[in-house]
């Protein structure tokens, strides 16, 4: 018997860092009039709630707030690595995936090789075919710069 917890598998997190995608990418079209907070879009996206893995809506849970947290600081790293490319220019599939993925690479403790291959997975399941790359690269980047 290992020992990983249960629900622990990778599987289950790729589930939970889906959701995590879907509910960030949906809070980029909020209103800006009367924007909810982060636990309101995230407690009344469909896509939780007919999320069965309680495992899996927790880890989103995490990555949702943990994004929201270090919105800033994750745009500064994008802006950082991006070479020549504005926040505001940045697609808004390509932007969740890197804010999604930057934030595993820089406050937790997933190793920064599955934060950026879990986004590559994102991007080509979400994004164009220029996705991939784009993301890749600017992930790639920043890894480099955490290296340094």
């Known amino acids: 018997m290992t020992g990983k917890k249960k629900g622990n598998k990778p599987g289950i997190r ?3 860092r889906t959701l995590a995608f879907q509910v960030l990418f949906g809070t980029c079209f909020a209103h800006a009039e009367n924007p909810a907070d982060i636990e309101t879009q995230f407690a009344t996206n469909p896509l939780v709630q007919e999320q069965e893995s309680e ?19 994750l745009d500064k790293a994008i802006e950082a690595n991006s070479q020549h490319w504005k926040i505001e220019r ?13 934030y595993e690479m820089l406050f937790t403790d ?13 991007s080509k399941a979400f994004g164009d075919d220029k996705s991939r ?11 480099k710069s955490m290296k340094k």
């Open 14 to 16: 790729r589930v939970g």
């Open 90 to 102: 940045i697609a808004v599939v390509e932007l969740t995936v890197l804010r999604l993925s930057l």
């Open 55 to 73: 495992t899996a809506r927790e880890f989103a849970h995490e990555l949702v707030l943990g994004v929201d947290a270090h919105l800033a600081e």
């Open 110 to 122: 997933i190793p920064v090789k599955a934060a950026i291959n879990e986004a590559i997975e994102l």
């Open 133 to 143: 790359s784009f993301v890749n690269g600017i992930l790639d980047g920043a890894a």
